[in-house]
């Protein structure tokens, strides 16, 4: 028989876990966003429901609209952040 310590560590250290899991797939949804964005305009294209030039310039504009997705958070664009070399 356990113990409710042995029992509460454990459901501790699960939902520890599932939080990390959790971090580590963050960083995974805004680029499948950005993605899927990019090939619903293609898709709507084909069919003509966007016009072919906005579907041409959609994919720099998102990219250009959404930086931090393809530059990520740890690129640092401040030269007072920086840290010496």
Do not use: H
Not at 10 to 37: G, H, N, R, T
Not at 62 to 71: E, I, N, T
């Amino acid at each position: 028989m356990q113990s409710t310590l042995d029992i509460s560590v454990k459901y501790v250290a699960s939902v520890l876990y599932i939080m990390k899991s959790m971090l580590a797939m963050k960083q995974f949804v805004a680029p499948l966003l950005l993605a899927s964005a990019m090939i619903g305009i293609a898709l709507l294209a084909v069919l003509d429901i966007v016009p072919e030039t906005l579907a041409q310039f959609a994919p720099v504009a998102l990219l250009a609209l959404f930086p931090s997705v393809w530059m990520g958070r740890a690129g640092c664009c401040n030269f007072a952040k920086r840290k010496a070399a």
